[in-house]
């Protein structure tokens, strides 16, 4: 139904498009989509021809994206038939740790090819210490020092988001160019990595990074300082050309090659799908919405809050995501990326929304290896 009318919608709107010059600009900051992006999408819908199953699903995640205020994408990829459903999708999305997933890609490929060697160890002190989550931190205020394997390094990355043990892993495989260069040679064009957490982080908050401030609450309390104009210009800016930006289509294509073994070798796919299946954070995001015989392997990212409103006034935050491959009881395969860019909606409806798209993937997939639309849903005239 919604193909339909987005059919009628196109053929109205594009004669007034030859005619009329259309700017762009728009006074509404809500991230919906634009004139211009609900015309690219619904050009998209007429030239993809999809069966009933992944109309109904590409309408539900329409709706999930649409219900939500604020910059929303979601794509949802079926690789046992190629088929990519999506809502603003092709759009670029702040990662934040979603972009941990290409350092551990970029470290397990170079021991694949024999450049690491994951048994090595590396030492964190003080100056080596990131800004925001990185439990490693106690360890090393305690003890001066924190030693471990790059192995251990990487699956903390992964499973606990340790912001440190990713920048160890970061500098040990040659920075971001070789992330960037990994991300190239893969085919990854629509992902992109930043310069690593703190000097991204401050430059988010308008800041430029001093290693002091990773110590205790300092770059909290430094960014209070920042003038409210500067904090907001850096966000804004950040939010509308994501530094680390990538489309939820390229991270879900990323996962399902990811799973199918395209990327690395066997014993290195398999370590990756094990330490996602094993993340410990967002427990109520995509992972809340599971049903019963379903599982999840993970990550998600979380940016920074705008809190210069007053206290109890909603505040935006950039980037509050997460991506996974979901299993289902029979062992079909799904990958989804639910990216939002910005809102001041709160948290619990966010996961309320990822686990709706967790439930619109379930119904599609009981849909296409059942009864199908016709006997799974009945007949409506509800677009």
């Known amino acids: 139904m919604r193909t339909f009318l987005l059919q009628v919608f196109c053929v109205l709107m594009l004669g007034s498009l030859a005619t009329c010059h259309l700017t762009g600009e728009t006074d509404d900051t809500s991230g919906a989509p634009s004139f211009e992006e609900r015309i690219e999408q619904a050009a998209e819908d007429i030239a993809v021809e999809r069966s009933a199953e992944e109309e109904w699903l590409d309408d539900r995640l329409f709706a999930l994206g649409t219900g939500l205020e604020g910059k929303i994408g ?18 670029l999305f702040p990662q934040q740790s979603v972009s941990k997933l290409w350092v551990a890609l970029t470290a397990l490929d170079q021991a694949d090819r024999g450049e690491l060697d994951l048994s090595e160890t590396g030492t964190v002190r003080v100056d080596d210490l990131a800004v925001f989550h990185n439990p490693i931190r106690r360890s090393v205020i305690a003890n001066g020092s924190f030693s471990t394997t790059y192995k251990d390094f990487l699956e903390r990355a992964l499973t606990a988001s340790d912001n440190t043990a990713n920048d160890m892993v970061l500098r040990r495989v040659g920075g971001p160019d070789e992330v960037r260069k990994t991300l190239a040679r893969k085919g990854f064009a629509d992902i992109r990595f930043g310069p690593g957490e703190r000097p991204m982080q401050s430059r988010i908050a308008g800041l430029e990074w001093q290693q002091g401030w990773a110590l205790g609450k300092t770059f909290f309390e430094v960014r209070k300082q920042v003038p409210h104009d500067v904090r907001q210009r850096a966000f804004d800016a950040y939010v509308a050309d994501p530094v680390d930006g990538a489309t939820p289509v390229a991270i879900a294509s990323a996962l399902a090659r990811l799973h199918g073994g395209e990327l690395l070798s066997q014993e290195s796919t398999a370590r990756y799908l094990a330490w996602l299946d094993d993340v410990k954070s967002g427990p109520n995001r995509l ?7 379903w599982s999840i392997g993970h990550k998600t990212g979380t940016g920074q809050v705008l809190d210069i409103v ?5 505040a935006d935050q950039a980037g509050y995501n997460d991506v996974g491959i979901l299993t289902a009881p029979d062992g079909s395969i799904y990958t989804v990326a639910v990216m939002i860019g910005r809102t001041q909606v709160p948290v619990p409806a966010r996961m309320d929304m990822m686990h709706g798209v967790v439930r619109a993937v379930a119904g599609y997939h009981e849909m296409v290896n059942g009864p199908g639309l016709a006997q799974a849903e009945p007949a409506t005239d509800a677009s």
């Not at 992972?287 to 015989?293: A, F, H």
């Open 74 to 91: 979601i794509a949802v990829h079926d690789p046992a038939r190629s088929r990519m459903m999506h809502y603003n999708g092709t759009q």
């Open 287 to 293: 992972k809340g919405g599971l049903p019963d015989g």
């Open 310 to 314: 007053a206290p109890g006034a909603p």
